[in-house]
């Protein structure tokens, strides 16, 4: 059958697309071709996938990101490597128990445990499904059939195993201390789960009394906490206060008095330069509670309701209760003035989970000392290739101004259990023996009897990303103690910026602590995607993170912008393209309307192959095949000098300079130029003229279609098994190899090149602008160019020839030149002449009968 009947006109992507995924997650060689290898001889390309919280629907921005690494994953099989891309699902802790009291209108601590574990089982499976259908949707070529979860028995055994080994070599502890909470989600969290917002406040200015002087002012933010206050600091070099360092300041209202203690942590220029010391404010009062080992005061219950300490205010919420604490300061006339505070003059610290203010509530903790540990966890760091390069600094500052121990433990009905007791007195610990992982200490007991009453079971679950940071391990199929696969470290971890501080991180610091080796040996940061009109907001300017700002969220925006309504307004490789828009590690605007550009190329490549195919007919291609016409060995230069910055950039994970060079190969030297200079050798009656461009022109294009398999798998496959399969008899184009190395460049072809489009750009220009048709002749063309450019432009002069539809040409010596067109390259010049009566002619012929 000809390529007219076998080749269908136009390109459908929706019925294309579904096509080949039923083919490709079946049950026949194309669902076989995505899965690693455990006993190939090809080398190991492991990917430590993100696995995607399971904390609502995905947006357009877990596309974009997640696309990225579906892409490297096809190049590197189109390389020859033996890829390890695997899956999981981020479905224990915190993210998936909010999701399922939203989802069912439910608070955990106030439902049965096991039933509550039970609906958080069936939200994580529930979306970890619709996750897993997106992916397919999008053409994801990783194995689904051993995707992981989190929260599974194996996962929960190394995370346990983990977490006991930390423990054994003396980096896991259980402190009580203060620790960063969550009144919201009733849950201490990691330094790493802190966001900051801009929100306006007030400094409400009341008076200590100090014995024999004069009243001290404290200008406060925080006047719920006054039942809380353990001491005043003042600077020890303010002038003002001198006096007053070692006396005792009553507090009001409640009339407990506390020292007047001088710290260079007090500072002269905020507020009126007295600070109260309440526990807890914020880390300063920490800081100070223990350098000068000052009372314990107790305001603020974990589920953020002020404590009977607080009197009056008892049992409000924390805004209550600071709303009520200053009308009754009022009544007592304790508020010298209220000073109002605008937003973007305040930063407060909240919850990234769920934006509510940090509070500071003191109970045991589990924590990973990390603080002890900067430098070495600087130093391994430096061993992980980083793409792009800054980014390293982001994670090298975050260490560098680590205040905080990994709080590891939450205070949750859902996660990975912390196997471990602890006797009544909290003096001794047993934890559990890796051989029993996994358990949950409150459905079993240690084997050993407690030294000092009975052993109480650690209720606690791991924090998220105690599990999460083992990835590498659980992508290694990690199943004893010290068991480590050849493939660990994993060739690359794919993440966004925003988690540097944790995932990467966290990663990073179990690796070293449990192995003293990097986890991956290359990271690959990418960038976000922001919401349509995102404005530079005050959080900028003050040197706050812009893209936690505007990035698009899971949580708020899933809906807005649902991958799968923008895949059904276009189709998958068009998102796969505009994925591939943006440098590595940048943000970009989400703007739906650039997709048009994609399906526009998709339409070109197919009318484009379409074209080329209908000149091979009959045609069968040789292997090795050079040839020797100079448009061919152009052609062939220019796909070697992109092939090469191709290979380069996607070595360095560079998509976006991949696929910029590669299009305007495509668009301009192949579709604007190439087929365009050898239709007429294509219908040549001498037959070496025509076979040389016939076994060009496939080489070039079933090298194009390699090239962008890996961005457009599901067009690229369709037109390889149309055509190409018959011939290159391998399965799926993407289990075809592509050759990079030893590719060589041309520089002579690529001059001749050069110079044949200049010319043929003059002649475009000489009968666009004169309004010719381009299949009016030129009756006399003559080429002006000089003593280099001569020999190239002679060497393609019936390429010229038949492209200009020229009667007659000739190459002259640019000295020569007389009444050129005003255009010009690179020194060259036309002269054209067109009989007005064949132009005439021409119109006559157009105009309607």
């Known amino acids: 059958m000809s390529i007219d009947e076998t080749f269908p006109k136009r390109y459908e992507p929706k019925a294309i697309e579904k096509k080949w995924q039923d083919a490709w997650y079946g049950q026949g060689a194309f669902s076989q071709a995505n899965r690693f290898d455990e006993n190939s001889s090809k080398p190991t390309f492991s990917i430590d996938t993100p696995p995607p919280t399971v904390s609502g629907k995905l947006h357009i921005g877990h596309v974009f990101s997640y696309t990225h690494t579906e892409i490297i994953s096809r190049y590197k099989r189109l390389r020859g490597f033996n890829v390890y891309y695997p899956f999981g699902y981020d479905d224990n802790g915190l993210p998936t128990e909010l999701l399922t009291e939203k989802e069912h209108g439910i608070r955990a601590h106030q439902t049965d445990r096991r039933k509550f574990r039970e609906l958080c089982l069936e939200t994580g499976k529930k979306y970890s499904q619709a996750f897993s259908q997106l992916w397919k949707s999008l053409g994801f070529s990783c194995d689904f059939e051993s995707a992981y979860s989190t929260i599974s028995p194996t996962s929960q055994k190394i995370s346990q195993w983990s977490f006991v080994d930390l423990y054994k070599k003396g980096k896991v502890e259980r402190r009580k201390e203060p620790a960063l909470w969550c009144t919201k989600c009733a849950t201490s969290f990691a330094q790493a789960e802190i966001d900051d917002i801009f929100k306006a406040g007030k400094f409400v200015h009341i008076p200590f009394e100090v014995e024999g002087l004069a009243p001290l002012t404290v200008a406060t933010t925080r006047p719920e906490l006054l039942a809380a206050c353990v001491s005043v600091f003042v600077n ?35 507020g009126t330069g007295v600070v109260m010391c309440c526990t807890f404010g914020d880390t300063t009062d920490i800081q100070w509670w223990r350098q000068y080992k000052l009372p314990l005061r107790e305001a603020i219950s974990k589920y953020g309701k002020m404590t009977e300490l607080c009197g009056p205010v008892a049992n409000l919420k924390i805004e209550e209760a600071k709303e009520k604490m200053i009308e009754i300061l009022k009544e007592k006339n304790l508020v010298l003035k209220v000073v109002d505070i605008p937003a973007e003059s305040r930063v407060v610290n909240v919850h990234e989970r769920c934006g509510t203010p940090v509070e500071f509530i003191v109970q045991p903790q589990w924590f990973i000392k990390v603080c002890d540990e900067k430098e070495n ?43 471990a007791w602890y006797s009544e007195d909290g003096k001794h610990i047993y934890v559990a023996d890796p051989k029993d992982l996994p358990l949950d200490p409150t459905e079993s007991k240690p084997p050993v009897p407690c030294p000092s009453g009975e052993w109480i079971a650690d209720s606690d679950v791991l924090d998220t990303w105690a599990t999460s940071s083992a990835t590498p391990l659980i992508n290694a199929r990690f199943s004893l103690p010290n068991e480590r696969k050849n493939f660990l470290p994993m060739s690359m971890r794919p993440q966004a910026h925003d988690i540097i501080r944790t995932w990467a991180f966290y990663t990073i610091a179990k690796s070293y602590f449990h192995f003293k080796d990097m986890p991956w040996k290359d990271i690959v940061i990418s960038g976000h995607v922001q919401k349509p009109g995102a404005k530079v907001e005050a959080a900028q300017m003050a040197g706050q993170d812009f893209a936690r700002k505007t990035k698009i969220s899971k949580s708020k925006d899933g809906e807005t912008f649902a991958p799968e309504k923008i895949i059904e307004r276009n189709c998958a490789d068009a998102i ?38 209908l000149n091979l007919e009959n045609f069968k291609p040789e292997k090795n095949f050079a040839s020797k016409y100079p448009v061919d060995q152009w052609i062939l230069a220019r796909l070697s000098q992109v092939m090469n910055y191709y290979q380069k950039s996607f070595d360095q994970y560079e998509i976006h300079g991949a696929k910029v060079e590669l299009d305007k190969f495509f668009w301009i030297d192949f579709c604007d130029n190439y087929i365009e200079f050898i239709k007429w050798r294509c219908l040549s009656s001498d037959a070496k003229v025509a076979e040389e461009a016939k076994q060009t022109l496939y080489q070039v294009l079933f090298k194009l279609l390699q090239l962008y398999a890996p961005l457009a798998p599901h067009i690229t496959e369709e037109i390889y098994q149309l055509y190409f399969k018959q011939f290159e008899k391998i399965e799926s184009i993407h289990q075809t190899e592509l050759q990079f190395d030893g590719v060589k460049v041309d520089e002579k072809f690529l001059a001749g090149g050069k110079y044949l489009v200049g010319a043929i750009g003059l002649v475009r220009g000489f009968k666009s602008k004169n309004q010719y048709g381009f299949k009016i002749p030129i009756e006399d063309l003559k080429i002006y160019t000089n003593a280099e450019q001569k020999p190239h432009l002679e060497a393609t002069i019936s390429d010229i020839k038949n492209f200009a539809q020229a009667k007659s040409i000739s190459i002259l010596d640019s000295k020569e030149a007389t009444n050129t067109f005003e255009q010009e390259f690179e020194g060259i010049k036309i002269n054209a002449y067109v009989d007005p009566k064949v132009v005439e002619e021409f119109k006559a012929a157009k105009k309607p009968s």
């Open 377 to 419: 966890l600087i130093s391994i760091a430096r061993k992980i290739k980083w793409h792009p390069e800054f980014m390293r600094s982001r994670y090298e500052n975050w260490v560098e101004n680590l205040s905080w121990d990994w709080a590891i433990s939450r205070q949750r009905a859902f996660g990975v259990p912390i196997p």
């Open 236 to 270: 020890p070099e303010d002038e003002r206060f001198k006096s007053y360092v070692g006396k005792k300041a009553k507090v009001p209202f409640f009339g407990h008095e506390v020292s007047v203690i001088a710290d260079e942590k007090a500072q002269i220029d905020k």
């Open 576 to 613: 796969r393209l505009w994925s591939a828009g943006a440098s590595l590690g940048t943000d970009i605007l989400f703007d739906e309307g650039g997709m048009g550009e994609s399906l526009k190329f998709l339409n070109k490549l197919w009318n484009a192959t379409r074209f080329a195919l």
